[in-house]
């Protein structure tokens, strides 16, 4: 998988770049611009995945995946969040269960076999709580979508969080901090798992 690692390496880069240039005025947002309202139909079919789209038919099957993930009425719209977020919980906690993974290399893995996004495990650190700085590169829920603001990828949050509950036998927040639809070109994940 040297592809992968070469990948990993240009987006690690990438990220911390507009870590460093953000501005912040107690809210994060990334540097690319304009800010738009909302997310519009037509924005789910425009993926930016440079490693995926390799596959011929990555752009149908992005916007196959974001045509029922974002297709929710908007009265219900705030309560799906937290739907989303249980709903990757559960997968991520099934795949560990399930035996069809079983660390953090293999969740890369299979994220990357079902193209729902890049796992890197940039940072790890460990006082009285394990954090993690995850990123997730080309995610399906977000890349190329606008920047409406704040961050979307509650799934992939629920992913994160799911899995690692599992490995570690520990309960696992995950927060997203940064999204393509706060301005950036990643996802970044605040992973902090308590006794």
């Known amino acids: 998988m040297q592809g992968?690692?070469?990948?990993?390496?240009?987006?690690?880069?990438l990220s911390d770049r507009e870590i460093m240039a953000e501005t912040s005025n107690g809210i994060l947002m990334g540097p690319r611009k304009p800010l738009k309202d909302k997310i519009e139909?037509?924005?789910?079919?425009?993926?930016?995945?440079?490693f995926f789209s390799e596959s011929e038919h990555d752009a149908d099957y992005v916007s196959s995946f974001r045509f029922g993930h974002f297709n929710i009425p908007d009265i219900i719209a705030g309560s799906a969040r937290g739907v989303s977020y249980i709903g990757g919980m559960n997968l991520g906690s099934g795949l560990i269960r399930e035996g069809l993974v079983d660390d953090l290399e293999s969740l890369r893995d299979f994220m990357v076999e079902k193209k729902l996004g890049i796992l890197d495990v940039v940072s790890r650190e460990e006082d009285e709580h394990l954090r993690m700085d995850v990123r997730v590169y080309e995610c399906i829920e977000c890349s190329g979508l606008p920047n409406i603001?704040?961050?979307?990828?509650?799934?992939e949050a629920g992913i994160i969080s799911g899995a690692l509950s599992e490995i570690l036998g520990l309960r696992v927040d995950a927060y997203e901090r940064r999204c393509w639809t706060n301005g950036y070109s990643f996802c970044q994940f605040d992973v902090v798992a308590e006794p």
């Open 4 to 13: 992968l690692r070469g990948i990993i390496s240009h987006y690690r880069k």
């Open 41 to 50: 139909f037509k924005d789910l079919m425009k993926p930016e995945r440079n």
């Open 149 to 155: 603001g704040r961050p979307i990828c509650f799934f």
